[in-house]
T-cell receptor, first 114, second 113 residues
Framework: GAGVSQSPRYKVAKRGQDVALRCDPI?????LFWYQQALGQGPEFLTY????????KSGLPSDRFFAERPEGSVSTLKIQRTQQEDSAVYLC????????????FGNGTRLTVT | GENVEQHPSTLSVQEGDSAVIKCTYS??????FPWYKQELGKGPQLIID?????GEKKDQRIAVTLNKTAKHFSLHITETQPEDSAVYFC????????????FGPGTSLSVIP
Protein backbone atom coordinates (compact mmCIF):
# COMPACT_ATOMS: atom_id res chain seq x y z
CA GLY A 1 0.00 0.00 0.00
CA ALA A 2 0.99 3.60 -0.44
CA GLY A 3 0.11 4.80 3.04
CA VAL A 4 1.29 4.32 6.61
CA SER A 5 0.12 0.98 7.97
CA GLN A 6 -0.40 0.22 11.65
CA SER A 7 -1.18 -3.07 13.35
CA PRO A 8 -3.06 -4.29 15.16
CA ARG A 9 -6.01 -2.03 14.54
CA TYR A 10 -7.43 -2.82 17.98
CA LYS A 11 -5.76 -4.27 21.05
CA VAL A 12 -7.33 -5.21 24.35
CA ALA A 13 -4.89 -5.92 27.15
CA LYS A 14 -5.36 -6.82 30.77
CA ARG A 15 -3.69 -4.47 33.18
CA GLY A 16 -0.10 -5.53 33.68
CA GLN A 17 0.33 -7.13 30.27
CA ASP A 18 2.94 -6.00 27.75
CA VAL A 19 1.88 -4.86 24.28
CA ALA A 20 3.71 -4.14 21.03
CA LEU A 21 2.31 -1.85 18.36
CA ARG A 22 3.72 -1.88 14.85
CA CYS A 23 4.10 0.88 12.29
CA ASP A 24 5.05 0.47 8.62
CA PRO A 25 5.84 3.94 7.30
CA ILE A 26 5.75 5.05 3.70
CA UNK A 27 8.78 3.63 1.92
CA UNK A 28 11.70 6.04 1.87
CA UNK A 29 10.33 8.36 4.54
CA UNK A 30 13.15 9.52 6.76
CA UNK A 31 11.11 10.73 9.72
CA LEU A 32 8.78 8.66 11.90
CA PHE A 33 6.67 9.88 14.79
CA TRP A 34 4.52 8.27 17.43
CA TYR A 35 1.59 10.17 18.91
CA GLN A 36 -0.93 9.28 21.62
CA GLN A 37 -4.50 10.48 21.17
CA ALA A 38 -6.97 10.35 24.04
CA LEU A 39 -10.69 10.46 23.28
CA GLY A 40 -11.77 13.92 22.18
CA GLN A 41 -8.29 15.39 22.23
CA GLY A 42 -5.55 16.23 19.79
CA PRO A 43 -2.56 13.95 19.18
CA GLU A 44 0.16 14.25 21.83
CA PHE A 45 3.78 13.77 20.76
CA LEU A 46 5.54 10.69 22.12
CA THR A 47 8.75 10.18 20.19
CA TYR A 48 10.56 10.92 16.92
CA UNK A 49 12.98 8.94 14.75
CA UNK A 50 15.17 10.14 11.94
CA UNK A 51 16.07 6.96 10.09
CA UNK A 52 17.08 4.53 12.85
CA UNK A 53 18.08 7.21 15.34
CA UNK A 54 15.64 8.13 18.08
CA UNK A 55 16.26 11.84 18.30
CA UNK A 56 13.53 12.80 20.70
CA LYS A 57 11.70 10.69 23.26
CA SER A 58 10.67 13.49 25.55
CA GLY A 59 6.96 12.73 25.15
CA LEU A 60 7.08 9.16 26.41
CA PRO A 61 4.96 9.18 29.60
CA SER A 62 7.10 6.77 31.61
CA ASP A 63 9.89 4.26 31.37
CA ARG A 64 7.25 1.63 30.60
CA PHE A 65 7.11 3.03 27.08
CA PHE A 66 9.82 2.08 24.62
CA ALA A 67 10.09 2.63 20.87
CA GLU A 68 12.55 1.35 18.29
CA ARG A 69 13.20 1.56 14.57
CA PRO A 70 16.26 -0.67 14.17
CA GLU A 71 16.60 -0.58 10.38
CA GLY A 72 15.19 2.83 9.73
CA SER A 73 11.87 1.62 8.37
CA VAL A 74 9.40 -0.38 10.50
CA SER A 75 8.94 0.88 14.05
CA THR A 76 7.55 -0.75 17.16
CA LEU A 77 6.10 0.98 20.21
CA LYS A 78 6.19 -1.26 23.26
CA ILE A 79 4.32 -0.63 26.47
CA GLN A 80 5.26 -2.74 29.45
CA ARG A 81 2.97 -3.50 32.40
CA THR A 82 0.04 -1.65 30.84
CA GLN A 83 -2.13 0.56 33.04
CA GLN A 84 -5.67 1.79 32.46
CA GLU A 85 -4.40 5.29 31.76
CA ASP A 86 -2.54 3.89 28.76
CA SER A 87 -5.87 3.37 27.00
CA ALA A 88 -5.81 5.59 23.91
CA VAL A 89 -5.30 5.57 20.17
CA TYR A 90 -1.64 5.37 19.22
CA LEU A 91 -0.90 7.07 15.93
CA CYS A 92 2.18 6.66 13.79
CA UNK A 93 3.16 9.23 11.19
CA UNK A 94 5.97 9.44 8.67
CA UNK A 95 7.42 12.29 6.69
CA UNK A 96 9.77 12.40 3.71
CA UNK A 97 11.96 15.10 5.18
CA UNK A 98 12.95 16.58 8.44
CA UNK A 99 11.79 19.76 10.02
CA UNK A 100 8.68 21.40 8.67
CA UNK A 101 7.23 18.70 6.45
CA UNK A 102 3.69 17.35 6.20
CA UNK A 103 2.97 14.29 8.33
CA UNK A 104 1.36 11.18 6.82
CA PHE A 105 -0.61 9.36 9.50
CA GLY A 106 -1.70 5.77 9.80
CA ASN A 107 -5.17 4.94 11.10
CA GLY A 108 -3.84 4.15 14.54
CA THR A 109 -4.06 1.33 17.04
CA ARG A 110 -6.81 1.63 19.61
CA LEU A 111 -5.50 0.21 22.89
CA THR A 112 -7.94 -0.64 25.66
CA VAL A 113 -6.53 -1.73 29.00
CA THR A 114 -9.03 -3.54 31.22
CA GLY B 1 6.91 25.51 25.66
CA GLU B 2 4.73 25.80 22.60
CA ASN B 3 1.02 26.12 23.28
CA VAL B 4 -1.59 25.80 20.55
CA GLU B 5 -5.18 26.83 21.16
CA GLN B 6 -8.11 26.36 18.84
CA HIS B 7 -11.62 27.85 18.70
CA PRO B 8 -14.41 26.92 18.59
CA SER B 9 -14.31 23.40 19.98
CA THR B 10 -17.52 22.53 18.13
CA LEU B 11 -19.09 24.14 15.09
CA SER B 12 -22.35 23.39 13.35
CA VAL B 13 -23.21 24.95 9.98
CA GLN B 14 -25.84 24.50 7.31
CA GLU B 15 -24.73 22.91 4.07
CA GLY B 16 -23.48 25.59 1.71
CA ASP B 17 -22.48 28.01 4.46
CA SER B 18 -18.90 28.86 5.39
CA ALA B 19 -16.97 27.61 8.39
CA VAL B 20 -14.05 29.35 10.09
CA ILE B 21 -11.76 27.81 12.70
CA LYS B 22 -9.14 29.91 14.48
CA CYS B 23 -5.87 28.80 15.98
CA THR B 24 -3.39 30.66 18.16
CA TYR B 25 0.17 29.66 18.97
CA SER B 26 2.74 30.89 21.44
CA UNK B 27 6.13 30.33 19.80
CA UNK B 28 6.87 33.34 17.64
CA UNK B 29 9.66 31.46 15.86
CA UNK B 30 7.24 28.93 14.33
CA UNK B 31 7.24 29.07 10.52
CA UNK B 32 5.03 26.21 9.38
CA PHE B 33 1.32 25.85 10.10
CA PRO B 34 -0.62 22.81 8.88
CA TRP B 35 -4.27 21.89 9.21
CA TYR B 36 -5.36 18.28 9.51
CA LYS B 37 -8.78 16.67 9.09
CA GLN B 38 -9.62 13.54 11.07
CA GLU B 39 -12.60 11.39 10.24
CA LEU B 40 -13.97 8.85 12.66
CA GLY B 41 -11.72 5.83 13.01
CA LYS B 42 -8.99 7.29 10.82
CA GLY B 43 -5.74 9.10 11.30
CA PRO B 44 -5.43 12.85 10.69
CA GLN B 45 -4.95 13.85 7.07
CA LEU B 46 -3.23 17.03 5.94
CA ILE B 47 -5.65 19.30 4.07
CA ILE B 48 -3.66 22.50 3.73
CA ASP B 49 -0.57 24.14 5.16
CA UNK B 50 1.04 27.56 5.09
CA UNK B 51 4.51 28.88 5.68
CA UNK B 52 5.31 32.17 7.30
CA UNK B 53 6.47 33.88 4.14
CA UNK B 54 2.89 34.14 2.87
CA GLY B 55 -0.28 35.47 4.44
CA GLU B 56 -2.89 33.37 2.66
CA LYS B 57 -3.15 30.15 0.71
CA LYS B 58 -6.15 28.67 -1.12
CA ASP B 59 -6.98 25.24 -2.42
CA GLN B 60 -10.44 25.08 -3.98
CA ARG B 61 -12.95 25.49 -1.12
CA ILE B 62 -10.29 25.59 1.57
CA ALA B 63 -8.12 28.54 2.55
CA VAL B 64 -5.75 29.35 5.37
CA THR B 65 -4.78 32.84 6.54
CA LEU B 66 -1.83 33.64 8.76
CA ASN B 67 -1.18 36.64 10.99
CA LYS B 68 2.32 36.23 12.39
CA THR B 69 2.20 39.45 14.36
CA ALA B 70 -0.87 38.30 16.27
CA LYS B 71 0.32 34.68 16.24
CA HIS B 72 -2.84 33.22 14.86
CA PHE B 73 -3.97 31.41 11.72
CA SER B 74 -7.39 30.42 10.50
CA LEU B 75 -8.98 27.74 8.36
CA HIS B 76 -11.78 28.81 6.05
CA ILE B 77 -14.08 26.31 4.36
CA THR B 78 -16.56 27.72 1.86
CA GLU B 79 -19.65 26.05 0.39
CA THR B 80 -19.54 23.37 3.07
CA GLN B 81 -20.71 19.87 2.24
CA PRO B 82 -21.76 16.99 4.53
CA GLU B 83 -18.47 15.22 3.80
CA ASP B 84 -16.66 18.14 5.42
CA SER B 85 -18.01 16.91 8.78
CA ALA B 86 -14.98 15.81 10.80
CA VAL B 87 -12.59 16.97 13.50
CA TYR B 88 -10.07 19.57 12.37
CA PHE B 89 -6.71 20.12 14.07
CA CYS B 90 -4.29 22.97 13.65
CA UNK B 91 -0.65 22.39 14.47
CA UNK B 92 2.59 24.28 14.92
CA UNK B 93 6.15 23.05 15.31
CA UNK B 94 8.16 24.00 18.36
CA UNK B 95 10.92 26.33 17.32
CA UNK B 96 13.36 24.57 19.60
CA UNK B 97 12.53 21.25 17.99
CA UNK B 98 11.05 21.59 14.54
CA UNK B 99 10.33 17.92 14.33
CA UNK B 100 8.00 18.04 17.30
CA UNK B 101 4.70 19.30 16.01
CA UNK B 102 2.21 20.40 18.65
CA PHE B 103 -1.47 19.90 17.84
CA GLY B 104 -4.40 21.98 18.94
CA PRO B 105 -7.29 20.35 20.84
CA GLY B 106 -9.45 20.07 17.73
CA THR B 107 -12.71 21.46 16.36
CA SER B 108 -15.61 19.14 15.65
CA LEU B 109 -17.39 20.42 12.54
CA SER B 110 -20.88 19.25 11.68
CA VAL B 111 -22.39 20.20 8.33
CA ILE B 112 -26.16 19.85 8.39
CA PRO B 113 -27.72 18.84 5.06
Amino acid sequence: GAGVSQSPRYKVAKRGQDVALRCDPISGHVSLFWYQQALGQGPEFLTYFQNEAQLDKSGLPSDRFFAERPEGSVSTLKIQRTQQEDSAVYLCASSPGTGESPLHFGNGTRLTVT
Amino acid sequence: GENVEQHPSTLSVQEGDSAVIKCTYSDSASNYFPWYKQELGKGPQLIIDIRSNVGEKKDQRIAVTLNKTAKHFSLHITETQPEDSAVYFCAAPRATSYDKVIFGPGTSLSVIP
